[in-house]
């Protein structure tokens, strides 16, 4: 009979799954499952739910580190920060509307297992470039200790990053330490309206290019959430500075129109949409997150715009595209050949029904030598495959 597991601390997790490897039974984990439509279908015969596993363990304002169990929900950890004028600068996005789940139930587990990260990646990376240590149970039954309580920690492997985006197959974090960083004194945002997916992609690499600073660049093409098109540009820091930069880049992309400014409190709503790709949320047409290089992204739309019926956004300065289907068909085979013909890239299927993600690659197909290399680090760590087995691939 299939049965949820509820671990309360590291011990237990252990235990957990050292009875599953010893019985080679299958585990599915999650935190608070609001990214369990992710991914391909997990093969399991049982649960393990780490929501228990919640609460602060250490919090260091003057030294900008945070510990805190996996199962501690991301908004839980966001609000104590904040109330030290600090954040998480990679700025993790909410799967949960996206794929129709309640907002907020991501978890620090989750940060680590997906990689996450917003539209100020381009700036200051995603989880992975954030995360200092852990604690974790492999799928053999062990715990392990990786990476420490400071910034610079170069002892043996980093196997935080190692773990991060391997979905829960390699094993399953109880404690994650994260840098963070102090929250910008004012944000705003520049707006310029009316541009074609090509001049905001010029716009937008113009502007990264400069010496404005930007810590995000997005594009919504007309239509997406009504109205004309709006290519945005997010400013952060002192207020001075932010004024100053903003004047710069209204000389420099003078050629492509005149500039609107958004303040403070609208342009942090506006990049929370954008984050948690609320223009999309709602529906169950199938949805892709597709990285290519910024120069690439509205080649790549233009081209997939010819055959399909589409919608899509850019974020990270042109090189990150979100796209839905409006005709409700997968379209795994032509949009990777268009990513294909860009030059390259990775196409993520997020939002689709289970049949659908059972049936075609979700994540990016590997090139045969990596794909390899992937399945000796799962033999390390999970040589029974009992964690998360076909989240990934039908073989992982």
Not at 140 to 153: D, M, T, Y
Not at 219 to 235: C, D
Request: charged content about 20%; overall charge negative.
């Amino acid at each position: 009979m299939d049965a949820t597991l509820k671990p309360r601390d590291t011990r237990e997790t252990c235990e957990a799954v050292k009875w599953a490897a010893a019985e080679y039974t299958p585990l599915e984990i999650i935190g608070q499952g609001s990214k369990r439509a992710l991914g391909r279908p997990v093969q399991a015969a049982h649960v393990l739910d780490l929501s228990d596993l919640n609460g602060v363990e250490v919090y260091e304002p003057a030294e900008l580190v945070l510990t805190v169990k996996a199962g501690t929900p991301i908004k839980d950890v966001e609000a104590l920060v904040a109330e030290s004028g600090q954040e998480l600068s990679f700025e993790p996005m909410d799967y949960g509307p996206l794929l129709g789940e309640a907002p907020g139930r991501g978890t620090v587990g989750g940060i680590l297992a997906a990689n996450l990260s917003g539209p100020r990646r381009i700036k200051a990376g995603a989880a992975r470039d954030h995360i200092l240590g852990m604690e974790a149970v492999s799928g053999r039954g062990e715990i392990f200790n990786s990476g420490g309580r400071v910034v610079k920690n170069v002892t043996g492997y980093d196997l935080p990053r190692a773990l991060c985006s391997s979905w829960g197959t390699l094993a399953v974090a109880t404690t994650v330490t994260l840098k963070v960083n102090p929250k910008p004194e004012t944000s705003a945002s520049f707006l310029l309206a009316g541009l074609s997916d090509e001049d905001a992609v010029k716009a937008m690499c113009a502007a990264m290019g400069s010496s404005a600073e930007v810590s995000a660049a997005a594009h919504l093409p007309a239509g997406i959430e009504g109205g004309e098109s709006r290519t945005l540009l997010r400013l952060e820091g002192f207020a001075t500075s932010v004024d100053y930069r903003f004047d710069t880049l209204k000389k420099l992309l003078a050629p492509f129109g005149s500039p609107e400014r958004i303040a403070n409190d609208a342009s942090a709503a506006t990049w929370a949409r954008i984050r948690d790709v609320q223009p999309f949320a709602g529906g169950r047409t199938p949805v892709w997150r597709i990285s290519v290089s910024p120069a690439s992204g509205a080649q790549l739309v233009s081209q997939l715009r010819d055959k399909l019926d589409l919608e899509a956004f850019y974020d990270w300065s042109g090189g990150l595209i979100w796209l839905n289907c409006l005709d409700g068909e997968v379209h795994d085979v032509p949009i990777r050949a268009a990513v294909a013909d860009c030059g390259g890239g990775h196409a993520t299927l997020v939002r689709a029904d289970a049949p659908v993600r059972a049936s075609v690659p979700v994540f990016q197909p590997q090139p045969d030598a990596l794909a390899a290399l992937a399945r000796r680090v799962k033999e390390q760590f999970d040589p029974h495959g009992i964690l998360n087995p076909g989240r990934m691939a039908s073989n992982v």
